[in-house]
């Protein structure tokens, strides 16, 4: 099969995918076996020499039990070749179990569980209020070891990811706790920057169901940390109403709840709320998965506006970014939201339409941020020949470059797709891959750097 015929049939089934798990009464677990035999069935009549459609097309008339469902995405998707095939004939029932209630007990479990671990460190003498350090390089270990045992549980994951998920976060465990780290070391703070970052992609390993290498299951954990934010947002917003009625009203009465809500009701609700939006996002598909593709749409030529003038005022007053630490933090976090929001325009995109006035101002807010990294990579490399070598120093020469690497080779692949010269299915499968280096990347610093800089 032609490469363009591979990216063809790629896009055709992440079109069926994405439309088959936003149907509530099929399972994750259904979804992947189903998309498993689809691709079975499709390598059969390739090698039976129908061309690449054509297979995909008979493919998915012969599911079966998924008539109905196959029917209504045609319908959906009426300018698809192969509404010839599906609609046809009467439409089945699609009888797939509902799982709701075991999950639910399921999240509850895990919820608590998160909540319970949060208080666990206070039976061995750290209280939040005295042992602070612990506590923010530990949290995300908290709630993040029990998502990954939800989704791992979820995904019915064998036992040898099982094996690699409990290494990984027993690694972490180790990072985060054995090393002897002062609260205000410089590798304390690197430590709880990005242990988060290395627990979250192990939780996407769990997410996968351990098939970490396929480029959609990856893509498929993105959409998913997108909507998981969304949803803790709200419920963290929600959360911080409810504590200030708990308080207000409790003191219209005389009783102190203030300090219940600091020790009891913030970090384990903080913990807890980390399975339950996880649980939303996996129960709700069909209503979330609208909102981060708006949210990108609305922000990003915000975004763009914002950074443009950013960079014209730098030119115009002719004054240089300023890199203590506070303000690399800064200019990362700017960096990580322009990657988010490069992220989810992808993972919204339909790959098979042509370049529109969108991607125009997608590459505009890329080569923005690009321009922006190069010129606080130089400041940090200047400061490093000036005062010499720092772990806060290292660490922000590594994220630059990590960043200036995905976004320039980012920029490359958005102005051939807009040239039409490449598909734009090869900027999708670029940052899925380069997740792998984010991840390789959190993982050094966590575990490499405070010996390195004798944890200082």
């Not at 996407?204 to 970490?212: I, L, N, P, S």
């Not at 409810?242 to 219940?260: H, N, Q, R, W, Y």
């Not at 922000?299 to 950013?310: D, E, H, S, Y």
Request: net charge negative.
């Amino acid at each position: 099969m032609a490469p363009d015929g591979e990216t063809t049939l790629d896009e055709q089934i992440a079109l069926w995918r994405d439309y088959v798990h936003r149907q509530n009464s099929i399972s994750d677990a259904d979804a992947a076996e189903l998309e498993d035999h689809l691709r079975s069935q499709v390598s059969e009549f390739t090698a039976a020499g129908l061309s690449s459609d054509e297979a995909f097309l008979i493919a998915v008339k012969r599911l079966g039990s998924l008539d109905a469902l196959s029917h209504e995405f045609a319908r959906e998707h009426s300018d698809r070749l192969w509404k010839q095939l599906v609609l046809a004939g009467e439409a089945g029932t699609d009888t797939a179990p509902d799982h709701h209630r075991r999950d639910l007990l399921a999240t509850v479990v895990s919820a608590v569980v998160a909540a319970i671990a949060v208080k666990v460190p206070v039976l061995f003498g750290l209280a939040l209020s005295g042992d602070e350090g612990f506590y923010v390089r530990s949290m995300s270990l908290f709630a993040l070891v029990p998502l990954g045992g939800y989704f791992a549980w979820r995904r019915r994951v064998s036992w040898s990811v099982v094996a690699v998920l409990a290494l990984l976060f027993g690694l972490g465990v180790v990072a985060a706790n054995v090393y002897p780290l002062a609260d205000d070391a410089h590798t304390s703070v690197l430590t709880a920057l990005h242990l988060p970052i290395a627990m979250w992609l192990v939780v996407g390993v769990a997410y996968a169901g351990g098939d970490w290498r396929s480029g959609s299951r990856r893509m498929d954990f993105i959409r998913f940390t997108g909507e998981w934010f969304i949803y803790y947002v709200l419920i963290a917003l929600g959360g911080g109403v409810l504590t200030a009625v708990m308080i207000g009203t409790f003191d219209a009465i005389g009783l102190e709840a203030s300090m219940f809500a600091e020790e009891w009701l913030l970090p384990c609700g903080a913990a807890g709320a980390v399975i339950v939006a996880a649980w939303l996002v996996e129960s709700k598909k069909s209503v979330i998965e609208n909102m981060a593709p708006v949210l990108t749409r609305v922000f990003t030529p915000l975004f763009a506006a914002v950074l443009l003038a950013f960079l014209a005022a730098v030119i115009w007053t002719a004054t240089g970014i300023g890199v203590d630490r506070d303000v690399l933090i800064l200019f990362n976090a700017v960096l990580i939201v322009v990657l988010g929001l490069l992220l989810y325009a992808i993972s919204a995109r339909d790959g098979t339409a042509p370049p529109g006035i969108f991607d125009w101002q997608l590459l505009a807010l890329v080569v923005c941020a690009l321009i922006i990294d190069a010129v606080v990579l130089a400041e940090v490399a200047s400061r490093i020949g000036e005062w010499g070598v720092s772990p806060n120093r290292v660490a922000a020469v590594g994220e630059n470059v990590i960043l200036l690497a995905n976004l320039a080779w980012s920029a490359v692949l958005l102005w051939t797709f807009l040239r039409r010269r490449a598909p734009f299915a090869q900027l999708e499968r670029w940052q899925t891959d380069y997740l792998v280096v984010y991840a390789g990347w959190a993982w050094l610093v966590v575990l490499a750097f405070p010996p390195l800089f004798d944890f200082a």
